[in-house]
């Protein structure tokens, strides 16, 4: 059996790495919406941890999905962080998903 850094190439294998849990999502929904701040994004989803919230960051920001902006002259440095050029190309299918998941909602007992 392959491990995971075996397999071949694959473009939705690529997308599923990158995505790898829902705290990513979440995250990603509320950086379509505009930038945020490490608190900002901590308050805004329920649930997640601080340490879920900077590992998940950092992974997005070395993946290219996000970038982060610092600024301020000395500390406590402002940390906004928002999507990056490839992070925006992610809007059309995470609406895509999003649409999925109601339609799935509505269909599901069917």
């Not at 999507?83 to 809007?91: H, Q, T, V």
């Amino acid at each position: 059996m392959l491990t995971k850094n075996e397999l071949p190439d694959c473009p939705v294998a690529t997308v599923l790495r990158i995505l790898n849990s829902k705290w990513k999502i979440y995250i990603l929904q509320k950086l379509l919406e505009r930038p945020y701040r490490f608190n900002e994004l901590k308050n805004s989803i329920q649930g997640i941890s601080k340490k879920v919230l900077s590992d998940s960051l950092r992974q997005l920001e070395m993946d290219k999905i996000i970038c982060k902006k610092i600024s301020g002259d000395k500390p406590p440095f402002k940390t906004e962080y928002f999507l990056s050029k490839l992070g925006e190309n992610l809007r059309s299918l995470l609406k895509e998903i999003y649409d999925w998941g109601i339609f799935y909602l509505q269909h599901k007992n069917i």
